[in-house]
């Protein structure tokens, strides 16, 4: 079967020009993408369920500490939780724009090569595949592990090559079951949102019953000793907007929704503030039992909630966050595998990445070598830095992304918009992204930050050298590459649609 495939996209494949292969390839990543939305949110039916159901995930029950770590108070702690829900909300809303103006797949990379040209598209390319969707893959499954080991620990924080190796475990067992089978998978991810709900509803009822009953004294004087400077917050916004992560997808599913020109800005206004009032209620529940100085202390915050609060039924808090997580890194693992596919099948990356499972049907090499790369970030990595890792990044391209929907109102104005933002909003989120990038830069400098900015532009080279120049002896590396990987793993390029 792999060799006839490989013999008649041969024999189809004579003739034609790259254009016109590309092209024929944009029907099949259409339906590998509503394949993917309708995997990924089957129980909603609205763009306000997926918001929800895509945001909502490990976030919440990691960034806590941090956010508090780095402000030092109850007040502007809760405060950061409402001011990255707005930035969200802006960002999304710029996004909107964007995905109804350029109707193009590939995330930010259309935006930023209609508006600034080729270099910076393929420099998001280059993060997005090496930098920010391994980490998040990686930072989700610490999150996991810690919370995974914390019962097995009680009293002291479990040891991190335990952390580690449940992580590493965690994404080797993702990696496969995405690879085996697209339903499994989807059937998984099912099974997980519902959990992930259910814990978030278990966590804000106790937290509004608790408030009732009078529970207020940890939020008097919440402004009291607190920590603030521009370091400091862009940190804990880092970490804030890290449980946020997601609010930029929302474009993707506009051909699933109806009417989608007036249903796509409602469900963001609606949505993403519907988040945010869960994270402030879930940080409010969390301070009616811990002080701040307890809840810095706390091993993993929801565990030590379940154990003051549900007393015999405490083990329902750890068990339902590890599948929250679970859930978070499959749809993460999904939806970041079919960016890898797309990268090879336009050579970004090695062709063999954008090849599909002879037996399976699914793009394994891709999500092989996406788990492959987020294993090697477990490695030297903690939560809190590769956080801040991935914040850094992602913000750089976020703020540039932001910045070619400003652009492109002076020098596309023939596209049209069915969507039309007001001006000052992006303007807004531009502001923030560029205060976001160089606040941690000047006020507390460290060289995982120079790392970071080196790799990027890293990507110069490898650009220069293998898309623009395209040298034959790159070629000639990775063709045997290629060909006994395809025959390790058995599997074979996507047949072409022919007309």
């Known amino acids: 079967m792999g060799e006839e495939s490989l013999k008649r996209r041969k024999g189809e494949g004579r003739g034609r020009e790259d254009r016109q292969s590309v092209q024929s390839h944009e029907p099949q990543t259409m339906n590998l993408q509503k394949q993917a939305n309708f995997f990924l949110f089957p129980l909603c039916s609205t763009g306000i369920c997926m918001i929800v159901g895509t945001i909502i995930g490990s976030g919440i029950f990691v960034s806590p500490k941090s ?116 339903k499994l998978g989807s059937y998984l991810q099912n099974l997980l949102t519902a959990a992930k709900m259910i814990i978030v509803t278990i966590i804000i009822v106790s937290g509004i019953v608790l408030l009732a009953q009078g529970k207020t004294i940890n939020f008097q004087d919440s402004f009291k000793d607190s920590k603030i400077s521009v370091g400091s917050l862009s940190l804990a916004f880092y970490n804030g907007l890290w449980a946020y992560d997601g609010w930029n997808q929302l474009n993707y599913i506009t051909e699933e929704l109806k009417n989608p020109y007036r249903n ?101 090499p891709a999500l092989i070598f996406y788990g492959a790369i987020a294993i090697i970030y477990i490695i030297p990595g903690d939560i809190d830095s590769l956080i801040n890792y991935f914040s850094f990044a992602v913000w750089i391209f976020y703020g540039l992304t932001v910045l070619a929907l400003i652009v492109m109102r002076f020098t596309r104005k023939e596209l049209k918009r069915p969507i039309r933002i007001p001006i000052i909003i992006p303007v807004i989120v531009t502001l923030v992204a ?51 990987l395809q025959m390790l793993l058995e599997v074979v390029p996507e047949e072409e649609v022919t007309e």
Not at 303 to 314: E, W
Not at 352 to 363: D, M, R
């Open 67 to 182: 956010v508090l770590a780095n402000v030092e108070a109850v007040g502007p702690c809760l405060t950061v939780w409402a001011a990255c829900g707005v930035l969200a909300t802006l960002g999304a809303l710029c996004f909107a724009e964007l995905g109804t103006m350029i109707t193009k797949s590939g995330g930010e990379y259309p935006y930023l090569l209609e508006a600034f040209g080729p270099i910076p598209a393929f420099l998001f390319s280059w993060t997005s595949l090496l930098v920010t969707k391994p980490s998040s893959f990686a930072i989700i499954c610490l999150s996991f592990a810690e919370y995974a080991s914390a019962p097995f620990y009680p009293g002291c924080d479990p040891p991190q090559a335990v952390i580690k190796c449940l992580a590493a475990a965690a994404i080797v067992v993702i990696t496969i079951v995405n690879s085996l089978s697209v």
């Open 264 to 364: 796509l800005p409602l469900s963001i206004i609606i949505g993403i503030p519907l988040v945010t009032v869960c994270y402030v209620l879930i940080n409010i529940s969390y301070f009616t039992v811990m002080t701040s100085t307890e809840l810095l202390q706390s091993q993993a915050v929801a565990v030590t909630f379940g154990d003051r609060v549900l007393y015999p039924a405490s083990w329902i808090v750890p068990l339902f966050v590890v599948f929250s997580t679970l859930g978070s890194a499959n749809g993460t693992c999904f939806t970041a595998g079919r960016l890898v596919y797309v990268a090879g099948r336009e050579g970004h990356m090695l062709k063999v990445l954008s090849y599909i499972s002879v037996k399976h049907l699914t793009p394994a």
């Open 434 to 484: 560029v205060l976001l990038v160089l606040a941690p830069i000047i006020t507390a400098p460290e060289l995982a930050y120079l790392y970071c900015t080196l790799f990027i532009l890293s990507g110069l080279i490898v650009y220069a050298l293998f898309v623009h120049l395209k040298f034959s002896w790159a070629q000639k590396i990775s063709q045997p590459i290629t060909m006994h």
